[in-house]
């Protein structure tokens, strides 16, 4: 069967949207592997997953070394050298994965993101393949990423029209790409999370030793800018008779962990490292609300819908999100959950107030999203994954959606 070779800019570890792509294409008969970075110390440079899946992870540039926190520079020149040093071993690990993925003599190059594109791109033209580039964010108008926007506008106005097969997350993402760069609309695969059996169970309550009976409040997933948690936290401060907990990591964790001390909220917060895809369902259903308050930052925010909202209607939660049109349509269609203002702490703590104090609501909003997540799960769209694949491998034009 042809062989897939799938580019990712990380390690690999807890991709959830790469590796349900993955899976999807090797149970269908492909052979896929998966290139990305790898760690001395956190990650094996080559294993084979449970599911046949190979990951061939390429090392850094010699010398490279974690960042650590708190770190600073203790010279002015070598402060000023760090940058090129950075770009220096961007180019080391692209010039690695470009000449593993050559050798691969893959029939399909699948990029992951931007960052990956243009090694991706060129790889395939050296080994014959065809390109097949999955757009995860809008990466022009994205938080963090401003510094690389013209860039990324670039890079995708040169090779996204180039490629025989484009997909991204959202009807609103895929409206955008078609304009910016005239090409055919992507096919959109949300960040749907797969339908897996996830009771009710007393996993967080255990783990921290929660002793009161109050309502947890959970989210889930990276703690970065632009995302309302110090928001979700001085609202917090005023919902008594609740839990809330983050799940994750990210540039945010030790400030958010700062400001929670600060408010006086250490025994009603609490922070729980990154879990891996395997367990985080079962976490995520020993909760009672999902919350999603991310804000309207960039445009890439404005038209997301997210991993963290698919895996709360899954594991049957209840959900408060920001009334953003994609979030919007999830939350309407089925009734699982109530919108907030974006950048509004009133807002935010009405609807939180609501759910926390009204047991009732929360049990048919948690009805409605276990009767929703069979059509808001993955399997419910993967056939539209093969279906892309097979009319590349066949040079088939795609599809407008």
């Known amino acids: 069967m042809p062989r897939i070779a ?67 520079a203790s010279t002015a020149p070598a402060s000023q050298s760090m940058p090129l040093r950075r770009s220096l071993s961007r180019l080391w690990v692209h010039a690695g994965l470009l000449a593993r993925i050559v050798l691969h003599r893959a029939a399909v190059v699948h990029a992951h993101d931007v960052n990956t594109l243009p090694t991706a791109w060129l790889a395939a033209r050296l080994s014959g393949a065809r390109l097949v580039y999955d757009a995860h964010e809008i990466s022009t108008s994205r938080e963090g990423y401003g510094r690389f926007r013209k860039w990324v506008a670039c890079v995708e106005t040169a090779l996204m029209p180039r490629a025989e097969g484009t997909i991204t997350t959202t009807q609103s993402r895929a409206k955008f790409f078609a304009r910016a760069y005239g090409i055919r609309r992507p096919l959109v695969l949300q960040n749907r999370a797969c339908l897996v059996a996830s009771p009710p169970s007393q996993r967080i309550r255990r783990e921290l030793g929660l002793k009161q009976p109050w309502p947890i409040v959970l989210y889930q997933g990276g703690l970065q800018q632009g995302r309302g948690l110090e928001r979700l936290l001085r609202v917090a401060a005023g919902l008594q008779h609740a839990y809330f907990v983050f799940i994750g990591g990210g540039r945010l964790t030790q400030p958010l962990m700062t400001l929670s001390e600060q408010l006086g909220l250490k025994e009603r917060v609490h922070f729980i490292p990154t879990v891996s895809l395997a367990d985080l369902p079962s976490y995520t259903a020993s909760a009672d609300i999902g919350v999603q308050p991310i804000e309207n930052t960039c445009l890439n925010h404005f038209t997301t819908d997210s991993n963290k909202l698919f895996e709360y209607v899954i594991a049957g939660l209840p959900v408060v999100a920001t009334d953003f049109p994609e979030i919007r349509e999830i939350v309407r269609c089925h009734a699982v959950g109530l919108l907030v203002t974006a950048g509004s702490d009133q807002s935010l703590h009405v609807q939180l107030r609501r759910l926390i104090d009204e047991p009732l609501l929360r049990q048919t909003l948690a009805h409605n999203a276990k009767n929703a997540a069979p059509h808001v799960c993955w399997e419910q769209q993967q056939s539209q994954l093969l279906g892309l694949y097979e009319r590349v491998l066949a040079g088939t034009p795609p599809v407008c959606r």
């Open 6 to 72: 799938m580019i990712v800019w990380n390690e690999f570890r807890n991709d959830a949207r790469v590796l349900k792509q993955a899976r999807t294409l090797q149970a269908a008969g492909y052979q896929v592997t998966v290139f990305a970075l790898h760690t001395p110390g956190v990650t094996h440079r080559n294993e084979v997953l449970a599911e046949g899946i190979r990951v061939i992870r390429v090392a850094r540039s010699p010398g490279w070394r974690p960042a650590r926190a708190g770190a600073c």
